[in-house]
């Protein structure tokens, strides 16, 4: 499951206001950027953290249920949703959330969403299930109004049923490479902005296989 960039499909944000909608679209395109630094010729500016926090402010709350946080795995809609952090990256428009792209050389692939404010306030863990065409390593980070990033480590997702990960937010360690902003020292999960799932391959070889893979449930947990 491959696309151009002119095939990338990202829904509509339908009850945000105009420049919120518009801005978010951008941002969330411009993930990787922020991240890693500019990934081709037509890559779109940096995003500010004060502009992620700013869109985590009109989002409205997660659905939140007997300490469960389910975090939706559809692409933008009301409740801001996953995006493509590249051009090449293609996303299911609705849950379960398929990924595909072929991997390039120094490039990541990825989605990220933005975060309601205050969505993971009190979780402990946050629980991925996911399964892949080929092995694959997704490194989760998450990132705070000013700019702090911290990575809650990797998943490896492979071939066969969906496995399922359990990533403690305690363990969140400040990612420097990341960061736009100072280790604060301690990471608030209430403070999260941000959420990336993050395959960095494209730094550590030159082939340039197709990768797909599906996230069928993310949620967080007190």
């Not at 499909?9 to 105009?18: D, S």
């Not at 990960?165 to 400040?174: E, I, N, P, R, T």
Request: negative net charge; glycine residues 10%.
């Amino acid at each position: 499951m491959t696309s151009s960039p002119s095939q990338v499909r990202i829904a509509k944000i339908p009850h945000l206001p105009f420049p919120v909608a518009t801005r978010l679209f951008a941002i969330a395109a411009a993930c990787a950027v922020l991240a890693w630094g500019p990934i081709d010729a037509g890559a779109q500016e940096t995003p500010s953290a004060a502009e992620f926090a700013a869109i985590s402010s009109h989002l409205p709350p997660l659905d939140r249920e007997d300490g469960v946080v389910d975090i939706p795995l559809a692409t933008p809609g009301e409740q801001g949703g996953f995006a493509p952090i590249r051009d090449g990256v293609e996303i299911s428009t609705r849950a379960p959330l398929s990924v595909g792209y072929r991997l390039r050389p120094g490039t990541p692939a990825g989605v990220a969403r933005v975060l309601p404010a205050g969505a993971l306030a009190g979780l402990e863990t946050i629980t991925l299930r996911g399964r892949a065409d080929r092995n694959v390593r997704l490194t989760v980070t998450l990132q705070d109004g000013q700019g702090a990033v911290f990575s809650l480590g990797s998943v490896t997702l492979g071939a066969g049923p969906a496995r399922e990960h359990v990533l403690s937010l305690g363990d969140a360690a400040y990612f420097a490479p990341q960061s736009t902003a100072p280790d604060p020292g301690t990471f608030k999960a209430q403070d999260a902005v941000l959420l990336t799932l993050l395959d960095i391959a494209g730094f550590t070889t030159d082939a340039t296989p197709e990768v797909a893979w599906t996230i069928e449930r993310l949620e967080g947990a007190e």
